[in-house]
Every structure is written in structure tokens, then in C-alpha cells.
């Protein structure tokens, strides 16, 4: 046997090993996806740091979310180190102001949760919901999600002590089988919780209020990727169990309306929170995208003229926000960004008296320490991200949420691609992002001289430059 035959056995020998390692592992969904292949990418990713002077995309260069956030992210949920050497890459738009006399260890305390709904007076619930900690998952729908990446979620919010939202598809057991806080998610097609005609169900609500886990309702009134407009599922997706689930017809396409019908009004939209509150007896949200500040004045106003409609919280996603496939002019130029829309937010709350009524949730690619302590310092109560826990569970941002061909099986449709995601390693790294993105902020809060991250005020952030998407820090 000549040299080069036994060479060329060893290497198909090393091959095929690698190949059987490759699918056996589950810490790595794309190297069991695409086994041998997938590791370019690591190696590149791995590598890339010490190649960065020879190439001429800067790591702050890609959109949405450039190399530095996913990284961070990344290592975030891998549980490794997120130090950095030689001084700062970024150049901020905003900068925390720093005490001259930080908070010492032994001075620390940790988030004491909030509680969302009232008890008592107009308005007031039956089972008002006391959240631990000040960074969730925002809504993302079992069906724009693989099944496995859903399952994921739902047992590292358990593990993390965070809530986890459905998304407008309607509550999946996937969404249950962690035992984590669920928020059920209503948008204008009312799946999950709607009869035969689309209208909504009370005998479904009641039945979801039901479940223990199931600690608030959210009316959806728009999202940062689609604002003013509904969403179509096509028939080939409406299986056997996604009709069971949002309670449509099996293989038929399902077309949601643009806006609730039934919500035309503010007076309208104090009238369905009052019912959905009064038929669970939980608390009841609404999610919206910030368009006219004026609206902010009158819905405001008729809350505290009409408390009994008054939300308990609301959530403001950014126009830069949003999961799912939607049409370039809306992505791009409909919907305030986050950085202009929370202040009006938390301006227009604190004008009406509002501050302890209704708790504020933020969104919109708020995906690292910084932007999250950022949103809280601006008047947000809570922070929830979709797209950062899409990361945490390995995403890669290949850009193919919408053909259900994701490589990483998170938006995957392919059964294939699903079965290389492994829902119980991914969990941790879903637990360990949030648990660093809330150690993070706590950092920055006890460098401001803050004993926990509720105290965060506008003072506490400047404005550096103020530039497109800049991060605005108003005057108290």
C-alpha cells in the first residue's frame, strides 16, 4: 500500500469520525445540522479577532445587529468570559454617569420584582402578578418558531425566574412544559383565545386563565416589524395542531386583520381590557408601536377619567423592533424607534398620574446591558427582548426567518434542521444570557452609585451624540 493510500484512510477515517461526532454532540445545532462543514464557521468566528486587520467589514458594521452584540450574546450564553482587552471598540451615542463613590459589595440588593394589576378600585384584578426580574422574553409565536426553540425558551425562562411571552400564535404546550410565567398574547386575529368567527371566545379565555402559569394577557395592538398591518399564514403551515391551537381551520390560509376589529377607539380599547381582566382576572397589557404623541395624551387621560379600562401595563416595542418577515417600507420607515418612543412614553405617563397604575415594558432591539440599564433609566419597569433569546439558542442571523429554512432551527419549518437544535442544552444558554444581561446592569447601577436597578433615572445616562437611532436622555 502506497503512502498516499494510507493518507488518504486516515483522512477519511478523521472524517468520519468527525462526522458521528458531529451529529451525537447538542451543543452545537449547526455542526449537527451541517456536520464537518459547520466547522468554517467556528473556526472563522473562533479565529476571526486575530484576522480582523486583514479584512474590511468592521465588527460594528453588520445590521441589524452587528458582530460585537451577537458575540456578546453569544458568550453570554455559553457561560465564558466577556472581558475585553485594550480598551473600547465602540464609540456611544450615550454614557452612564458614574458616581464618585460606587456602591460596595456588602451595599448591593437585588431586584425586589414589581407588581402588575391592582387589588383594589376600578380596574383592580383578581390575581395581580408580582414580577421578579426586570428582563423577559418578549412574544414569539410557536409556528414563527420551531417547536424545539419554543420548548427551549420555555425552560430556561424557568431556570432564569423570568416570564415568557406567546406571541400572537396563541398558547402552545411547548410554552407550558417548562413551568416558567407565561403571558398569553392576543393580536387582531385573537388565536388561541377566539370561536368559529374569529370573535373573541370568553370560554377560551377562561380556559387559558386557568393555567397557573398564565399570570397576564396581552392585547397586541401592533409590533416594531409590522405596524398597521395583519399577518397571513398560509395553509400549508395551518397543521393539525397549530389549527387546534390558534382555533382555526386545518390547511386553510389564515388572514389576520390590520387592527382588532372590534378596537377602534380608545373608549373601544378600555372596553375589551376591562372584559378580558374581568373574564381571567389577571392582569391585562397592551403592546403597541408609537406613531402620533398625541395619542399617548388621550389614551392616557381616558385611563385616568376611565380606570376600570385602564391597562395594567403597556409595552412599547420600537419601530426597529419585531421577529417575524414584514415589508421593507414598514421595517424601515413606519413606527417611532424605541430611543424616541419610551421617553414620549414615560412623559406622557408621569404627566397623568399614572406612574404606580401602569407598569411600562420596553422593546425594540434592546439586547445588551447597556441599552437595557439605557430603557430603564428612561422610565421602563421592565425590559423584554425576542431577538436576543433567538441568539442565546444560537441563532446566526442568516436572514431566514421567513422561508422556514433557518440552519440554526429556531425559525425552522424543516424537521430536519429542528432535530439539531436540542432543547435542554439550549435552555442553560437561554438562563445564562438573561442571568448576565441582569448582572450586567446591576454593574452599571452599583457604578452610578445605585444600590439596585430600580433606582435608574434619566440623570444618570447623557447623551453623547445624538446622530440617527441616538439614545435620547431628556431632563427630569
Known amino acids: 500500500m502506497t503512502t498516499l493510500a494510507v493518507l488518504l484512510i486516515v ?49 460594528w458594521a453588520e445590521r441589524p445587529f452587528n458582530r460585537l452584540e451577537r ?9 465564558v468570559s466577556n472581558l475585553v482587552s ?56 410557536y409556528g414563527a418558531l420551531s417547536h424545539a426553540a419554543v420548548s427551549a425558551l420555555s425552560h430556561g ?5 423570568i416570564w415568557m411571552a406567546t406571541g400572537e400564535g396563541g398558547l402552545a404546550p411547548y410554552h407550558l ?19 368559529a368567527d374569529g370573535n373573541l371566545s370568553e370560554d377560551r379565555l377562561r380556559e387559558i386563565a386557568a393555567h397557573p402559569q398564565v399570570k397576564m394577557f396581552e392585547v397586541k395592538l401592533a409590533q416594531g416589524a409590522k405596524p398597521g398591518k ?38 373601544e380599547l378600555g372596553a375589551f381590557v376591562a372584559r378580558v381582566r374581568g373574564v381571567t382576572g389577571k392582569p391585562v397589557g397592551v403592546k403597541f408601536v408609537v406613531g402620533d404623541p398625541e395619542f399617548l395624551d388621550e389614551w392616557f387621560a381616558d ?75 428612561m422610565g421602563a419597569d421592565f425590559v423584554s427582548s425576542a431577538r436576543g433569546f433567538m441568539f442565546s439558542l444560537g441563532c446566526i442571523q442568516a436572514m431566514k426567518c421567513g422561508t422556514g429554512r433557518c440552519p440554526t432551527g429556531v425559525t425552522s419549518a424543516d424537521p430536519r434542521l429542528i432535530a439539531g437544535l436540542d432543547p435542554m442544552d439550549k435552555s442553560v444558554r437561554a438562563a445564562r444570557y438573561a442571568a448576565r ?8 447601577a452599583h457604578s452610578c452609585g445605585l444600590t439596585d436597578a430600580t433606582q435608574f433615572r434619566p440623570r444618570h445616562v447623557t447623551e453623547i451624540e445624538r446622530g440617527v437611532g441616538g439614545f435620547r436622555a431628556p431632563a427630569e
Not at 387589588?119 to 408580582?130: F, M, S, T
Not at 425562562?157 to 425566574?161: D, L, N, P, S
Not at 399577518?231 to 387592527?259: F, Y
Open 11 to 59: 483522512v477519511m477515517t478523521c472524517l468520519v469520525a468527525l462526522y458521528v461526532h458531529d451529529v451525537r454532540q447538542t451543543q452545537h445545532t449547526i455542526l449537527r445540522n451541517f456536520p464537518i462543514l459547520g466547522h468554517v464557521r467556528y473556526f472563522a468566528e473562533t479565529w476571526g479577532e486575530y484576522m480582523r486587520q486583514y479584512h474590511y467589514l468592521p465588527d
Open 71 to 79: 458575540s456578546w450574546i453569544y458568550r453570554s450564553a455559553k457561560g
Open 86 to 141: 485594550f480598551g473600547s471598540e465602540n464609540v456611544p451615542s450615550f454614557v452612564f454617569r458614574n458616581a464618585p463613590f460606587p456602591i460596595l459589595d456588602e451595599e448591593k440588593r437585588p431586584f425586589p420584582g414589581k407588581t402588575i394589576g391592582v387589588a383594589d378600585g376600578p380596574g383592580a384584578c383578581r390575581q395581580p402578578y408580582h414580577a421578579p426580574s426586570f428582563f423577559n422574553i418578549s412574544g414569539m409565536s
Open 157 to 161: 425562562a424557568k431556570r432564569a425566574g
Open 177 to 195: 412544559e417548562g413551568g416558567c410565567d407565561v403571558v398569553m398574547q392576543m393580536g387582531t386575529a385573537k388565536y388561541g383565545a377566539r370561536d
Open 230 to 267: 395583519g399577518g397571513i399564514l398560509p395553509g400549508v403551515k395551518v397543521t393539525k395542531e397549530i389549527a387546534a391551537i390558534r382555533g382555526i381551520p386545518e390547511g386553510q390560509d389564515s388572514i389576520s386583520p390590520n387592527r382588532h376589529r372590534d378596537i377602534g377607539s380608545i373608549r
Open 303 to 377: 385611563c385616568a377619567a376611565h380606570p376600570e379600562g385602564c391597562p395594567d401595563y403597556i409595552q412599547v416595542d420600537g419601530g426597529e423592533g419585531g421577529t417575524g418577515a414584514a415589508p421593507a417600507p414598514l421595517v424601515d420607515y413606519v413606527g417611532l424607534p424605541i430611543t424616541d418612543a419610551l421617553p414620549e412614553v414615560a412623559a406622557a405617563r408621569d404627566r397623568h398620574g399614572l406612574n404606580e397604575r401602569i407598569r411600562i415594558v420596553a422593546s425594540g432591539k434592546l439586547i445588551t446591558p447597556d441599552k437595557v440599564a439605557w430603557a430603564l433609566c
Open 437 to 444: 444581561i441582569r448582572e450586567e446592569v446591576d454593574i452599571i
